[in-house]
Structure formats: structure tokens, C-alpha cells
């Protein structure tokens, strides 16, 4: 991919079919939401040659602008590969000054870019659903789903199993465009997954959200930051302190997704932050690693302590370059995966009799299996991870 020049001048704004904001063009209306980087707002896009349609338009401030022509070059790369039903596309993008009647304290010129508007992300999705129940009173807050007082719902169970393959199914093919272009997500969550035609799994999946993408480039030359992935998706080697990772770290989101849709919105690898804080200890000075190493601290009661070889596979520099970690991993004791936070029992819990008794659940829990593993390369790639999927296709699916 090569840098994009931002459009400055009204005559570059019109040669990329987008016209300003003090025109009719754009009507914006409410808020949709706030980012680490944007807003995003709803809107109305008239023009003279075309009839008005509902949009999303999220504006960049000023000084973001040289993280985010990334988040425009990474999305014109994906627009012109080839338009992709499970990707978010974008329609324009432009610099121009904040709408003076949205009260917010920004800078006065940004970076707006233009997509299609859906009502729904996969969290609200799954919300609206109704998946969820409270738990019984007096149940042990860390026994499985105890962790934030609520638990699967009895009797969604066949309705949980096909909706999470279909959203793995779909999430998996926008991967595959998007790893094959030689980029990286980053940021694969339930609030990064739009949904367009709201009616269960026929529902159409959408991967959104570019901001963090970035080229996988090559290990020895392309160096990445580990602080990236929201906690509960972010991959082992993330949280390991690798700067050399690679689409593996997509996959392991997907099967942190995928395993939510199963359990209702619950996730897999929830953090009870005081639990935690308190086992780790960190000092004062260590406060800027406690976010990731708490959810390591999840991660190990999930799944174990990692052997050393795959210590090695995720992080081969780990102690000659991240002393810190290094002490903190070391004053950890091994240990096996514990019942209230292993993902396996917390599957199981949630799927009940369906988990043994469903061919798909059957099927995803070992698809999950695979992913789940500390090992990057030991897991399967988008493409075969997609190829798992469809088979679990239903007839005309």
C-alpha cells in the first residue's frame, strides 16, 4: 500500500465525490458513539445527481490525523481488492471544519469519513436477544459466569450454537480478504462487528472499525506495539509483550467472539480486576503494565502456564527485552487451568446437554480448541478456521 495524501482544496474534496459540510450534503443528526480516536455520527448525505440516504460518518480530530490516513489508506486497500459483503466499505473521506452546532470541544478542522449506517453492532445484537439472566442470589461470584452476576439463559442454548456459526462463518471470510491483503485487524471485538438485517443467523455480519489495522509486515523488519486489542480478545503474545506477531492475533479475537455468541454476551475471559490486582501486587511505578498484566493473570487461570517453548513461540526476545514482565511472569506460580475461569467448563456450562449433544456445538468447541492455543502457529489461519465454518453451513447458507 502507499501513503494517501489527505484531500485538502474543495476541487479534491469534489473529484472524490464528497462535498462540504456548510452544503446540503451532509444533515448531521445524533451521535452514535465515541472512540479513542473519533465520533461517530449519524447522518443524512443529499447531493444534486443522487436520492438522500442515511450514513455513518465518523470525524477525526486534527491531531490524529497521522494515525488515522492509515485507518484511510488501509480501507481504500480493501475498497479496491474487491467489494466484500462481510467488510465495511468506505464511501468517502474528507477534511473539513466540526459542525459548530455539535457541542464538543474539538479541534476546528477533521478527517470525516462516510460508510453505510447500521443500526445495530454484534454487542447490542446479542443484547437485544435476551441471552442473558441474572444469576441465582448467593451464587459464588467466581464460580463460571459468576464473574459479573449474570449467566446464560436456560433454553437459547440451539439458538446461541447457530447464530455463533454464523457469525464465525462470516467474521472468518472477512478475514481471509483481509489477511491476504497482508493486514492485521487488531481490534476484532463484539463492538467492532456491525450487523445488518437485525433477524437472527440470517443476519448479515460486518468487520469494522480499521483504526488499528496495520500491515503484517515482516517480523525481522516490521516491529508492532503489544498494547493493542481490547483486554478480553487480545492474544497471548499480545499480552506477552511480542513486537513481531502476525494474523495469528486476528484468529484468537475471532474465537474470543465466537465463544461469546455461545455463552450469551458472556465472555471468556472476563477479569475480576480486584482479584487479580491483589494476587499480582504490583508496585506503584509498574501502574502502566497492570491492564495487561492482570488480563494475563485471566488468561493463565483459563488456560495454564505456558511450557517454555510456547513462551518462546510467542515472545522469543521476552526476557532480554522486557525485564519488568519478566519479574512479574517469574513471581507467578504455575499453575493449571482453574474450573471458575476456564473456558472449556465455562462452554459447557453454558451450552448444557446441547454441548455434547449438537453436532455444530461439538464442532465449534473444537474449532475453538484450536484457536485458543498459546502457540501462534499452532493455531489455524482465518482461511482454514473459514473452511471449518462452512461446513457447518446450513442448506442454501
Same mark, same amino acid.
Given at each position: 500500500m502507499h501513503p494517501v495524501r489527505l484531500p485538502s482544496s474543495a476541487a479534491e474534496r469534489h473529484a472524490l465525490s464528497a462535498w462540504p459540510l456548510t452544503s446540503p450534503t451532509f444533515t448531521v443528526e445524533a451521535e452514535l458513539g465515541k472512540g479513542s480516536f473519533g465520533v461517530c455520527f449519524a447522518a443524512t448525505r443529499c447531493s444534486p445527481f443522487e436520492a438522500p440516504c442515511r450514513v455513518a460518518l465518523k470525524a477525526v480530530p486534527r491531531q490524529e490525523l497521522a494515525h488515522h490516513s492509515r485507518e484511510v489508506e488501509t480501507l481504500l486497500a480493501l475498497r479496491q481488492a474487491a467489494q466484500h459483503p462481510h467488510l465495511l466499505r468506505l464511501h468517502e473521506y474528507f477534511l473539513h471544519e466540526w459542525p459548530t452546532h455539535v457541542d464538543d470541544a474539538r479541534q476546528s478542522i477533521v478527517l470525516w469519513q462516510s460508510f453505510p449506517l447500521y443500526d445495530l453492532d454484534l454487542k447490542k445484537w446479542i443484547a437485544a436477544h435476551g441471552w442473558k439472566a441474572e444469576a441465582a442470589p448467593g451464587r459464588d461470584r467466581h464460580a463460571p459466569f459468576g464473574l459479573d452476576g449474570e449467566e446464560p439463559r436456560a433454553g437459547t442454548e440451539a439458538e446461541r450454537i447457530a447464530s455463533a456459526v454464523a457469525v464465525g462463518r462470516q467474521l472468518a471470510r472477512g478475514l481471509v480478504h483481509v489477511h491476504g491483503l497482508g493486514l492485521i485487524h487488531r481490534d476484532l471485538k463484539p463492538e467492532n462487528v456491525l450487523v445488518d438485517g437485525g433477524g437472527g443467523a440470517r443476519a448479515r455480519f460486518v468487520v469494522a472499525d480499521f483504526g488499528c489495522a496495520k500491515p503484517a509486515g515482516r517480523p525481522d523488519v516490521e516491529r508492532h506495539v503489544p498494547y493493542v486489542c481490547t483486554r478480553p480478545y487480545r492474544a497471548p503474545e499480545l499480552l506477552y509483550a511480542s513486537s513481531s506477531y502476525s494474523a495469528a492475533t486476528d484468529v484468537w479475537s475471532l474465537g474470543c467472539v465466537v465463544g461469546e455468541v455461545l455463552c450469551g454476551g458472556l465472555r471468556l475471559f472476563e477479569a475480576a480486576a480486584a482479584e487479580e490486582a491483589k494476587e499480582l501486587q504490583l508496585p506503584a511505578e509498574r501502574e502502566e503494565i497492570r491492564g495487561s498484566a492482570t488480563q494475563l493473570l485471566v488468561l493463565l487461570r483459563a488456560c495454564g502456564t505456558p511450557d517454555d517453548a510456547e513462551i518462546t513461540a510467542m515472545n522469543p526476545a521476552l526476557y532480554a527485552q522486557r525485564p519488568a514482565l519478566q519479574g512479574l511472569i517469574l513471581r507467578l506460580p504455575p499453575r493449571d487451568a482453574e474450573p471458575a475461569y476456564c473456558w472449556r467448563q465455562r462452554l459447557g456450562a453454558?451450552?448444557?446437554?446441547?454441548?455434547?449433544?449438537?453436532?455444530?456445538?461439538?464442532?465449534? &468447541? +473444537?474449532?475453538? /480448541?484450536?484457536?485458543?492455543?498459546? @502457540? #501462534?502457529?499452532?493455531?489455524?489461519?482465518? &482461511? +482454514?478456521?473459514? /473452511?471449518?465454518?462452512?461446513?457447518? @453451513? #446450513?442448506?442454501?447458507?
Amino acid at each position: 500500500m502507499h501513503p494517501v495524501r489527505l484531500p485538502s482544496s474543495a476541487a479534491e474534496r469534489h473529484a472524490l465525490s464528497a462535498w462540504p459540510l456548510t452544503s446540503p450534503t451532509f444533515t448531521v443528526e445524533a451521535e452514535l458513539g465515541k472512540g479513542s480516536f473519533g465520533v461517530c455520527f449519524a447522518a443524512t448525505r443529499c447531493s444534486p445527481f443522487e436520492a438522500p440516504c442515511r450514513v455513518a460518518l465518523k470525524a477525526v480530530p486534527r491531531q490524529e490525523l497521522a494515525h488515522h490516513s492509515r485507518e484511510v489508506e488501509t480501507l481504500l486497500a480493501l475498497r479496491q481488492a474487491a467489494q466484500h459483503p462481510h467488510l465495511l466499505r468506505l464511501h468517502e473521506y474528507f477534511l473539513h471544519e466540526w459542525p459548530t452546532h455539535v457541542d464538543d470541544a474539538r479541534q476546528s478542522i477533521v478527517l470525516w469519513q462516510s460508510f453505510p449506517l447500521y443500526d445495530l453492532d454484534l454487542k447490542k445484537w446479542i443484547a437485544a436477544h435476551g441471552w442473558k439472566a441474572e444469576a441465582a442470589p448467593g451464587r459464588d461470584r467466581h464460580a463460571p459466569f459468576g464473574l459479573d452476576g449474570e449467566e446464560p439463559r436456560a433454553g437459547t442454548e440451539a439458538e446461541r450454537i447457530a447464530s455463533a456459526v454464523a457469525v464465525g462463518r462470516q467474521l472468518a471470510r472477512g478475514l481471509v480478504h483481509v489477511h491476504g491483503l497482508g493486514l492485521i485487524h487488531r481490534d476484532l471485538k463484539p463492538e467492532n462487528v456491525l450487523v445488518d438485517g437485525g433477524g437472527g443467523a440470517r443476519a448479515r455480519f460486518v468487520v469494522a472499525d480499521f483504526g488499528c489495522a496495520k500491515p503484517a509486515g515482516r517480523p525481522d523488519v516490521e516491529r508492532h506495539v503489544p498494547y493493542v486489542c481490547t483486554r478480553p480478545y487480545r492474544a497471548p503474545e499480545l499480552l506477552y509483550a511480542s513486537s513481531s506477531y502476525s494474523a495469528a492475533t486476528d484468529v484468537w479475537s475471532l474465537g474470543c467472539v465466537v465463544g461469546e455468541v455461545l455463552c450469551g454476551g458472556l465472555r471468556l475471559f472476563e477479569a475480576a480486576a480486584a482479584e487479580e490486582a491483589k494476587e499480582l501486587q504490583l508496585p506503584a511505578e509498574r501502574e502502566e503494565i497492570r491492564g495487561s498484566a492482570t488480563q494475563l493473570l485471566v488468561l493463565l487461570r483459563a488456560c495454564g502456564t505456558p511450557d517454555d517453548a510456547e513462551i518462546t513461540a510467542m515472545n522469543p526476545a521476552l526476557y532480554a527485552q522486557r525485564p519488568a514482565l519478566q519479574g512479574l511472569i517469574l513471581r507467578l506460580p504455575p499453575r493449571d487451568a482453574e474450573p471458575a475461569y476456564c473456558w472449556r467448563q465455562r462452554l459447557g456450562a453454558a451450552l448444557g446437554d446441547h454441548a455434547t449433544s449438537s453436532r455444530d456445538a461439538r464442532a465449534l &468447541a +473444537q474449532l475453538l /480448541d484450536g484457536i485458543l492455543r498459546y @502457540a #501462534p502457529a499452532a493455531r489455524p489461519t482465518s &482461511a +482454514q478456521a473459514s /473452511d471449518w465454518l462452512e461446513q457447518l @453451513a #446450513p442448506p442454501g447458507g
